[in-house]
């Protein structure tokens, strides 16, 4: 069923900001049963690709199958998830410190408290994996944003297998407040310079490691 709607948006008979037909219409269309339409509608909103609206309907938010790269996402190495997480951090930390609003600094502030008080690895990725999301929302750039929510669920898991593995180094509470005083001071170069220093250590020991 979720591939007989994403064929639909594939096929261009829904467009990117349309509203798609209701349930019942749906399944007669189709040819399957209520239930298997909610479901992939859930599915495809899960992932992004749809987005319900109470008491108004259900709109298209990308005609793109991001399913093919979801799985190469779950099947990533440590260091790639590293490697991206170091470029996209980068590029946020610097495009917040140059637009970051009072409630940005505010919201990051209470994330970073969030991170530092997690103790369990799974709590500790949840946390730090928010914090880094919550700098992609203070660049301001969609698009960015976006993509980081794809990948957190990956990162939020190697986040917690770093927390694990006693011999892969985490960059500790200092390097994150380092970045959010940059950010706080709207010094772009010195916000994606502490940026690089979170991540660096962890990947210097992935490479070792290989």
């Known amino acids: 069923m979720i591939d007989q709607m994403q064929g639909q948006l594939t096929a261009g008979n829904w467009s990117v900001g349309d ?13 399957v049963s209520r239930p298997a339409v909610r479901e992939a509608i859930r599915a495809l909103s899960h992932i992004g690709v749809l987005e319900v609206r109470r008491g108004d309907g259900t709109y298209v938010r990308s005609a793109v199958d991001p399913r093919p790269l979801l799985r190469r996402v779950e099947r990533s190495t440590l260091r790639d998830v590293f490697e991206l997480q170091q470029a996209y951090d980068v590029q946020a930390a610097r495009l917040a410190a140059r637009r970051r609003t009072q409630d940005d600094l505010l919201r990051l502030r209470a994330l970073l408290e969030d991170r530092d008080a997690a103790c369990d690895p799974g709590e500790f990725g949840t946390a730090d994996a928010a914090f880094h999301l919550g700098i992609a929302d203070a660049s301001h750039n969609a698009l960015l944003a976006e993509a980081f929510r794809y990948f957190q669920s990956r990162l939020r898991e190697s986040l917690s297998a770093v927390r694990l593995d006693r011999e892969l180094p985490d960059a500790g ?6 970045v959010v005083d940059a950010i706080a001071a709207r010094d772009p170069d010195a916000a994606g310079h502490a940026a690089e220093r979170i991540i660096v250590p962890t990947l210097d020991a992935l490479e070792a490691l290989l």
């Open 19 to 31: 509203r798609i037909p209701g349930e019942y219409d749906l399944a007669a269309r189709l040819a």
């Open 173 to 178: 509470p200092e390097a994150h407040h380092a």
